[in-house]
């Protein structure tokens, strides 16, 4: 059985964490995969967590799908460390992460729909 974790840096706002639940459910839904939403900073479940509970789960392959913008330290180290710990000391799990967000074409279409939606709200920004 395969896995998503979809990793989010996590922040002191409430609306985050109900952003971070949502994208988490409509990723699920749309790829037919469990995915579960886990944060490195302050807030519930931590990564470590929530790979514990998708191993209890019966989960042996997951894929860390990070919910960031670039590759900054909890990318290319803090995240890296805690699953290679995992899978040691868990041994028949199989955990791999894929690259965040970074450049992507559809970002220009998200950008240019916010300016938009800006500029709906509260007039012409100059």
């Known amino acids: ?6 990793i989010s840096h996590g922040s002191r706002e409430d609306s985050t964490v109900m952003t971070v639940e949502r994208v988490a459910r409509e990723l699920e839904k749309a790829l ?12 519930e479940p931590g990564v ?14 997951v894929t860390v799908l990070p919910y960031f913008l670039f590759s900054g330290i909890h ?3 803090d995240v890296p460390k805690i699953i290679n710990s995992f899978v040691r000391d868990k041994g028949a799990v199989k955990v791999n992460m894929v690259s ?11 950008l240019k729909d916010r300016l938009n939606e800006g500029r709906e709200e509260k007039g012409d920004v100059h």
């Open 100 to 110: 965040p967000i970074g450049y992507h074409p559809l970002l220009i279409e998200i």
């Open 32 to 43: 037919g995969k469990r995915v579960v939403p886990a944060f490195m900073e302050f807030n």
């Open 1 to 6: 059985m395969e896995a998503i974790l979809l």
């Open 75 to 77: 990318m290319k180290k």
């Open 48 to 61: 470590e967590k929530a790979l514990e509970l998708l191993y209890q789960q019966g989960y042996k392959k």
